[in-house]
């Protein structure tokens, strides 16, 4: 009888604190704990941090943790990328090596196949040394090697052609499809997922509690590197706006360590705008809660500390908007996440595949400030369309948890290229109750109207140009 693979997922992200520097450690960690939560025997590769284990077992012994490059990670604490350059040296001496002889070789050995994700270009010379270890043991048949990209850094770097040759190649959604297009690389488009524990329902006294802090705000959330792809200064330009239109707006902003965080913040100073700094010790959304209450008054609050899944949550969900709202976005995990906690997310219009625009997000088509304003101000005066875009948002990301995503889009993929998996053969059914489609209706329901307002040309858009007939 053969065997489901083992898959082996190869990645610089992990799920270390160490580890983690974007959506590519969240990414890694939750596909893992999906695959093994599935049964499948699982192996992450990961540059770990220096104090943990090497070799970490977890999910009933499923999943298989590999802290890789941990003697290079203690000279470089600040973090994964710190010292990159010689951990990628040594990532790629080391590990295909390894990969060989203790765990292709013994797994083959007894008549199983394996599947090797990678993540990233640092993650390309392996995958080309692994297709040149499978071409000189004969192990073609039963070593399958697929690279992909989240995003397109140091796309420069990758030698196409060799890797081509190697594996093939998917991407995370279309938009990225398209870029890779313009390189002649023909990606499979495999999107994000997130974990079901988002799908459940926010504690409904945390939301109180908020929601009873923010009375008289409009509250906006924006969780994003400081990038200026991330259209920060549209959405602070956005907020002074609301101010003026006597809002009372309060921006939520959950930064990184890029130089254009000071930027955004000066932009804030020369609106006008109250900016305060808040932190935190602890993951529990009351900790969240007495942090902010000390700065309740100011326009904008920098969150310092970074935030816990339950923390996020409650946010996501208690705020007006969550401004998502990049102009370059390979995929948008903020968006996706913010609809799966009943929230209303403003994303782009490049990478978020996931979203259904005027459904149950706002797709935002310019970098124009007043977009946001008058989808805010909109839906602050129709609280009935608020709703039914949380609900409509709660519906969709149904669709992206990360077994959905596995057993809908990876799983057939690497059947139409010849592995042999059992696991997850039937289509999953729709949850019982709660809609009846796979997809969302594009046209306007009974149950789900189409958000569509007019533009709000007197109080926001005062310039005659701007206006849409």
């Given amino acids: 009888m053969v065997s489901d693979p083992t898959f082996v997922l190869l990645s610089f992200e992990g799920p270390d604190h160490y580890s983690r520097a974007g959506g590519l450690g969240s990414r890694v960690t939750e596909l893992s704990r999906a695959l093994a939560g599935m049964g499948f025997e699982t192996h992450l590769f990961f540059i770990g941090a220096p104090d943990l284990p090497g070799h970490e077992v977890m999910e009933e012994g499923h999943l298989h943790l590999h802290r890789w490059c941990q003697w290079i990670s203690a000279y470089y604490p600040a973090g994964v990328y710190d010292g990159e350059e010689d951990k990628l040296r040594d990532w790629e001496h080391s590990l295909p090596v390894w990969l060989e002889k203790e765990l292709l070789e013994p797994k083959l050995a007894r008549g199983g ?14 995958i080309v040394a692994l297709h040149q270890v499978a071409l000189r043991r004969g192990w073609q048949d039963r070593v399958h090697l697929v690279w992909n990209a989240n995003n397109t850094f140091s796309f ?31 990606a499979r488009v495999i999107p994000n997922g997130i974990p079901e524990d988002w799908l459940q329902p926010v504690d409904r006294k945390r939301c109180a509690s908020f929601s009873q802090l923010f009375r008289e705000r409009v509250v906006l959330v924006k969780v994003a590197r400081w990038d200026p792809d991330k259209r920060w200064l549209m959405a602070v330009d956005a907020v002074a706006q609301l101010k003026r239109l006597g809002m009372k707006p309060l921006l939520l902003a959950r930064g990184g360590v890029e130089a254009h965080g000071s930027e955004v913040l000066a932009r804030a100073q020369e609106q006008g705008l109250r900016v305060q700094e808040v ?13 902010l209450r000390s700065a309740i008054q100011a326009d904008l609050v920098v969150l310092q500390s970074s935030l816990s899944e339950e923390q996020s949550r409650v946010l996501f969900h208690v705020a007006d908007a969550v401004l998502a ?10 968006g996706l996440e913010t609809m799966a906690a009943r929230g209303i997310a403003l994303v782009g219009s490049t990478g978020e595949d996931y979203a259904t625009p005027g459904y149950d997000a706002i797709a935002l088509q310019t970098n124009d400030p007043r977009e946001i304003v008058h989808h805010v101000v909109h839906l602050q005066r129709n609280k009935h369309a608020a709703t039914q875009l949380r609900q409509a948002a709660r519906r969709s990301a149904e669709r992206y948890t990360w077994p959905s995503v596995i057993r809908r889009a990876l799983l057939p993929a690497l059947r139409e290229l010849g592995v ?33 307002p007019p533009l709000l040309v007197k109080e926001v858009n005062p310039t005659p140009a701007m206006a849409v007939p």
Wanted: aromatic letters at 8%; hydrophobic letters at 40%.
């Fill in 113 to 126: 196949s394996v599947v090797v994700l990678a993540e990233e270009w640092q993650t390309v010379g392996t």
């Fill in 156 to 186: 420069h770097r990758i030698d196409w052609e060799g890797l081509r040759r190697a594996g093939t190649i998917t991407t995370v959604s279309r938009y990225m499809k398209h870029r890779m297009w313009n390189l002649e690389v023909d």
């Fill in 279 to 291: 932190q935190w010790e602890g993951r529990d959304a009351y900790v969240l809660h007495e942090a």
């Fill in 325 to 334: 709202n990049s102009g370059i976005e390979p995929f948008g995990l903020v």
């Fill in 420 to 452: 042999h998996v059992t696991v997850g053969q039937e289509a999953p059914k729709a949850p019982v109750q709660r809609f009846a489609e796979t997809l969302p209706p594009l046209l306007p329901t009974a149950r789900a109207p189409m958000v569509t």
